[in-house]
């Protein structure tokens, strides 16, 4: 027979979870007692290491290299398992045999375990145990502590058959631990995993994980105790090549941020859709028609144009002078030429100078023997010597020799020859500089600011309409540069993968340089740069560790990003809003990749969900994207093994919100099934209805008073500023109007003397994160705002856990938010 207690007092000693409480703590001492020998063990290496590297030899520098490295891990992470280290008990039937579960695994000197490891196979019954499937176990125990103290205890009988003499204590913590004031960064959930959950989270590591879910289902909690997981589990293949995590906007990167580093893995990176390409960043959001025109995989085709286009202020003719011929190219054969290199060299656009010099050379003495070749030569030698002579006869000098000084004696072939004169010209140099420079992708992409030149790139692919709203978008203001967006970073990335790098700086030796054609006077004309001497000795300096290592293979050069890092696992949150382009910059960096995405294509404010689906096949199945958009035929993707899960279960809204909620999506999606909320706060959510232009007065009321009421976390979310200027002469809609009210200055003095907790912002930043209390201004104009209106209105009445306050001008709103 078991007991259950709830804190009923029984006695000296307390109660009886007093003494459960009690009992455990001493066995949480001991496991914190071993935790401080391991520290100090892992502090001792540290100092072995260091102390090795004074013997000085090369080889005891790699070993103090890793050694150091590993104790450093090693003491990081015991560090992190300081605070809260051991939160479950099993209780297993038949042998009684009992497993404490924590952050990381404890042995005793002697090496028996004392905690194991949340990712170790022997916790998985903590996760995944039932009292319809018990898997052995009779008791679970939750632990909770508060730094090395166990404050409280919750347990889950499992199998009442076996639970003989076993006291079962707890009030619900758990459902009490989701009601809990939030504090604007999300925390681990290593504790309370749930089945459904951990399944994803213990997915094969192979191929892809797709998990789907409603707002609040643990998605993103999820796929970050996936990469906890697979960086332990796979150390060596996931930690080497590293783990790529992505958001969709900064903000957003910023809330989940602490989430690995809690779980002892800060060696994952986290970057937004706007940072994923070093020496860019993005500052605005597009509106959702804009990014629909420039997420759309036309794009593609259209960058790829962009990229064959001549460079702004190339020169369109070439004249240079051979043994006193003039040799010209015009504009024709030059586009010809630029055209011929582009196709053979995508890619790798940026180091084909030489291929260039190599056609014009080719051309011009084409053009030579077309005009007569050695014959004109001497003939225009003749005069030009002549005249020379003469001048230099009046001048009391002797006459010109056959050759310059300085120059080649006229070795090798007439052709050899040829392009040895051209080239050392200061004019042919200076034209292959300006004819084919090396191009910055962000430059490239501000260049179609330019309507004509886009237009030129946009072919038939895109509107004329949307051909003048994209180039405003890239001109930016009078005199200043615009702003990249968050889709342009997609963009940028596409233009650098089909730049490709420019010419690395060549450590050849000088040997090596003089045989080098293109390399006059110690200049390669190809690059510009100086040949140097090569002093350079394979002589190991000093050691790096590997995250050095990974950080120089991705230094920035003047804003060219020299090589993409490729990852071993990619994780996407908040899938369903990447556009096809974006979707294609994630699949060059993780061609070899396994993938965790995560999306709830209910939230999606794209329209072509189709369009990104297909993009999303060939990015998981690790297919280089065609440079030709989705005019080209594809062979079908080879589909990678997938696996996918569904969650169903809401741990973030009250059931009160969750309702509110699930009305909306009943109009967005009427096919979508809401999940299931299963924490009641009692709070009714709230809604009123003012004239239009008292909204943000009454947002800014509404946060005064949810702050005597929470704790925690306000988020005010409002309509997103239009940033595009209307057409002249169209005539705005009212939603139109309403939504440049709530421009960046009016975000500013709704949040002016504010507390750090409250947060204003917009419907589209608002995406993934969660509040205690929110403030939803105007939903008739956030669902009037894009097609998908709706759904990015369900995106905004999801955020809260405890409070919602809906402000609207319109007052059918009551029906549809609380009776609809
Ligand atoms: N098993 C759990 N135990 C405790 N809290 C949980 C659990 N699962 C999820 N949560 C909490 O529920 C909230 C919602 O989780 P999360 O943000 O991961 O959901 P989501 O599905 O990504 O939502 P959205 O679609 O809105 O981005 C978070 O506060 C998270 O910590």
Do not use: C
């Not at 286009?309 to 006193?324: T, Y």
């Amino acid at each position: 027979m078991s007991s259950q207690v709830t804190g009923r007092p029984t006695g000296p000693g307390g109660t009886v979870k007093d003494r459960e409480i009690a009992a455990e703590q001493r066995y949480v001492d001991i496991a914190y007692t071993r935790l401080e020998e391991m520290r100090a063990d892992a502090q001792a290496m540290i100092r072995e290491g260091y102390r090795q590297s004074l013997a000085g030899t090369k080889g005891s520098l790699v070993d103090r290299d890793a050694m150091v490295h590993q104790a450093a891990l090693r003491a990081q992470a015991l560090d992190i398992a300081d605070d809260g280290l051991v939160f479950g008990r099993l209780d297993l039937a038949g042998t009684g045999e009992v497993r404490y579960v924590g952050r990381i695994g404890v042995r005793t000197s002697e090496h028996d375990s004392l905690v194991i490891d949340w990712r170790a196979p022997a916790a998985e019954d903590f996760y995944r145990a039932t009292p319809e499937d018990p898997r052995g176990v009779v008791r679970r125990r939750v632990l909770h502590s508060r730094g090395h103290t166990v404050v409280d205890l919750e347990d889950d009988l499992l199998d009442p058959d076996a639970a003989d003499g076993m006291t079962i204590v707890g009030d619900g913590a758990f459902l009490a631990s989701l009601a809990r004031a939030r504090e604007g960064a999300m925390r681990d959930i290593v504790a309370t995993i749930q089945r459904e959950q951990d399944e994803v989270i213990r997915a094969p590591a192979d191929g892809t994980v797709l998990v789907r879910g409603a707002p609040g289902t643990g998605k993103t909690a999820v796929a970050l105790h996936r990469v906890a997981y697979l960086l332990f589990r796979h150390r060596r293949r996931f930690g080497s090549r590293g783990v790529l995590v992505v958001g969709p906007n900064r903000r957003f990167t910023a809330y989940i941020e602490r989430v690995l580093p809690s779980l002892g893995e800060g060696s994952a990176t986290l970057r937004s859709l706007g940072d994923l390409v070093d020496g860019v960043t993005a500052t605005v959001h597009d509106t959702p028609a804009l990014a629909a025109l420039k997420g759309a995989e036309e794009m593609a085709t259209v960058l790829r144009r962009a990229v064959a286009d001549h460079a702004p202020g190339a020169p369109d003719e070439l004249r240079v002078v051979f043994k006193g011929v003039v040799l010209s190219l015009d504009r024709q054969r030059l586009d010809r030429i630029r055209g011929d290199v582009h196709r053979r060299s995508r890619g790798s656009v940026n180091a084909a100078r030489r291929q260039v010099a190599e056609m014009l050379l080719d051309a011009l003495w084409q053009r030579f023997n077309d005009l007569g070749g050695p014959e004109a030569a001497r003939e225009a030698e003749g005069a030009e010597a002549g005249l020379w002579n003469a001048i230099l006869a009046a001048d009391g000098l002797g006459a010109l020799d056959d050759e310059q000084p300085g120059r080649p004696a006229g070795n090798g072939t007439p052709r050899e020859q040829f392009d040895a004169r051209v080239r050392e010209q200061r004019e042919f140099a200076d034209f292959l500089v300006a004819f084919w420079p090396i191009r910055r992708p962000a430059e490239v992409l501000r260049s179609l600011g330019d309507p004509a030149r886009l237009r030129r790139a946009a072919g038939r692919d895109v509107h004329r309409d949307d051909v003048a709203r994209l180039a405003a978008s890239w001109a930016g203001p009078a005199g200043g540069e615009a702003p990249f967006s968050y889709q342009d970073v997609a963009l940028i990335d596409e233009i650098d993968a089909l730049l490709g790098a420019p010419p690395r700086p060549s450590r050849r030796r000088a040997s090596a340089a003089a045989d080098d054609p293109f390399v006059v006077d110690g200049v390669n004309i190809l690059t510009g740069e100086e040949v140097a001497e090569d002093d350079w000795e394979p002589e190991m300096q000093e050691l790096t560790t590997s995250m050095e290592r990974l950080e120089r293979s991705r230094r920035v050069d003047d804003g060219v990003v020299e090589e993409r890092p490729e990852y071993a696992h990619i994780v996407v949150d908040e899938a369903q809003d990447l556009s096809p382009m974006q979707w294609r910059m994630l699949g060059r960096r993780g061609r070899q990749a396994s993938w965790t995405v995560v999306e709830d294509p209910a939230q999606s404010a794209w329209e072509d969900l189709a369009a990104a689906r297909t993009a999303m096949d060939a990015a998981l199945s690790g297919e280089r994207p065609s440079s030709r958009g989705r005019n080209r035929r594809r062979k079908p993707a080879p589909r990678r093994t997938r696996h996918e899960y569904e969650l169903t279960t809401n741990y973030r809204n009250s059931t009160e919100i969750a309702a509110v909620s699930a009305r909306v999506l009943a109009r967005a999606l009427p096919e979508a099934r809401p999940a299931r909320a299963v924490r009641s706060s009692g709070i009714a959510p709230v809604l009123r209805v003012l004239p239009e232009p008292d909204l943000a007065a009454a947002a800014r009321e509404a946060a005064e008073e949810l702050l005597a009421q929470v704790e925690g976390t306000i988020g005010v979310i409002v309509p997103f500023h239009p940033a595009e200027a209307h057409d002249e002469g169209t005539i705005p809609l009212p939603h139109e109007i309403a939504s440049a009210r709530w421009d960046a200055a009016a975000r500013e003095r709704l949040a002016a003397g504010l507390p750090d907790r409250v947060q204003v912002l917009d419907v589209l930043e608002a995406k993934g994160l969660e509040f205690d209390a929110a403030v939803i201004a105007a939903p008739e104009t956030v669902a009037a705002q894009s097609p998908n209106g709706l759904r990015v209105l369900y995106v905004a009445v999801s955020r809260a856990t405890q409070h919602l306050v809906v402000l609207t001008s319109a007052p059918e709103w009551e029906d549809i938010l609380l009776s609809g």
